[in-house]
T-cell receptor
Framework: TQLLEQSPQFLSIQEGENLTVYCNSS?????LQWYRQEPGEGPVLLVT?????EVKKLKRLTFQFGDARKDSSLHITAAQPGDTGLYLC???????????FGQGTRLTINP | ETGVTQTPRHLVMGMTNKKSLKCEQH?????MYWYKQSAKKPLELMFV???????ENNSVPSRFSPECPNSSHLFLHLHTLQPEDSALYLC??????????????FGPGTRLTVL
């Protein structure tokens, strides 16, 4: 069974600070996605990374896929209250079809 | 607005009731999914349909019965549920389950409470 472990599970920081969220596994994934879910809504896809070592930027968010394609990180620079939400990583295993989700990181940015 | 709609958004039902959840996608996708999201647990995949055919039933109890009449609509029929079935039920769609990335687009969910 392929598992994705996210850390930390909860993070509460002040506006303007930087933060990093991690998504780790012992399994190799052919691609990995990050979603953000706000209260009362479904997850929204932020980015997909597919190549080992790949880095993608989305404004103040930087996503990296590990060289071995077993882990990923999300770094937010100068966090803002609008970044508050549940961040989920999800991977497609090699030879598999369904997405495997991590348990999520609940992020709160305080004004 | 992700192009996936779900109704109702909130549902309270007794253990003896029968109700249905509805999902509709306007993205031209061929695959649709039901997920269960409970507090402190990862998203749990329940059912997968690809081109209207069920391709996965993730050991879901028979009190949950899915129906996919066409590639744009997905239902989840509920009967004799238990209080532990209370959760957020999310519908999602993707282009095709065989896509390399299987990027999924989620609806807003139905918050279900079983009394």
């Amino acid at each position: 069974t392929q598992l994705l472990e996210q850390s930390p599970q909860f993070l509460s920081i002040q506006e303007g600070e930087n933060l990093t969220v991690y998504c780790n596994s012992s399994s190799v994934f052919s691609s990995l996605q990050w979603y953000r879910q706000e209260p009362g809504e479904g997850p929204v896809l932020l980015v997909t990374v597919v190549t080992g070592g790949e880095v993608k930027k989305l404004k103040r968010l930087t996503f990296q896929f590990g060289d071995a394609r077993k882990d990923s990180s999300l770094h937010i620079t100068a966090a803002q209250p609008g970044d508050t939400g549940l961040y989920l990583c999800a991977g497609v295993g090699q030879g598999a079809q369904k997405l495997v989700f991590g348990q999520g990181t609940r992020l709160t940015i305080n004004p | 607005e992700t192009g996936v709609t779900q109704t109702p958004r909130h549902l309270v039902m007794g253990m003896t009731n029968k109700k249905s959840l509805k999902c509709e996608q306007h993205l031209g996708h061929n695959a649709m999914y039901w997920y269960k999201q409970s507090a402190k647990k990862p998203l749990e995949l329940m059912f997968v349909y690809n081109f209207k055919e069920q391709t996965e039933n993730n050991s879901v109890p028979s009190r949950f019965s899915p129906e996919c009449p066409n590639s744009s609509h997905l239902f989840l029929h509920l009967h004799t549920l238990q209080p532990e079935d209370s959760a957020l039920y999310l519908c999602a769609s993707s282009q095709d389950i065989r896509g390399r990335y299987n990027e999924q687009f989620f609806g807003p969910g139905t918050r279900l409470t079983v009394l």
